[in-house]
């Protein structure tokens, strides 16, 4: 079975931020065709992430879980993976993996330098 790719955002109220983050998952999607990509929010917004892992889970038997998340806070280091363990314990022939969360890669500097050329 192919790996199946979990991307997760934090989830807003406001529907323009959800579907923001939709186009970007979408994005993502139409730079990798042959992958299996999906989108979930750890709250707020649908899916879930235990209902997207569900999904995946049926045609997968490795799912990846991306969190664009900026920092390792609460939600990356104990919110995510307590939801990650509890799918583990059910699903124990899906390998479940957690990528790191956005904000220590040096890259975001670059961003955060093309912001302000663009303000000045």
């Known amino acids: ?9 934090h989830g807003s109220r406001e529907k323009s931020a ?10 993502y999607r139409k ?4 992958r299996k990509i999906a989108h979930a929010f750890l709250e707020l917004a649908r899916p879930s992430i235990p209902e997207a892992l569900e999904t995946l889970a049926a045609g997968s038997d490795t799912l990846y879980v991306l969190p664009l998340f900026l920092f390792t806070a609460k939600h990356v280091r ?7 363990e509890a799918f583990r314990k059910n699903h124990p022939g899906v390998k ?4 790191r969360p956005l904000g220590p ?3 975001l500097l670059l961003i955060l330098e093309e912001r302000l050329r663009r303000i000045l």
């Open 1 to 9: 079975m192919k790996p199946a790719f979990l991307v997760v955002a």
């Open 18 to 27: 959800q579907e923001e983050f939709k186009r970007l998952v979408g994005k």
């Open 31 to 34: 730079r990798h065709p042959r």
């Open 78 to 84: 104990k919110h995510v993976p307590e939801i990650l």
């Open 96 to 99: 479940v993996k957690l990528a």
């Open 105 to 107: 890669d040096p890259r």
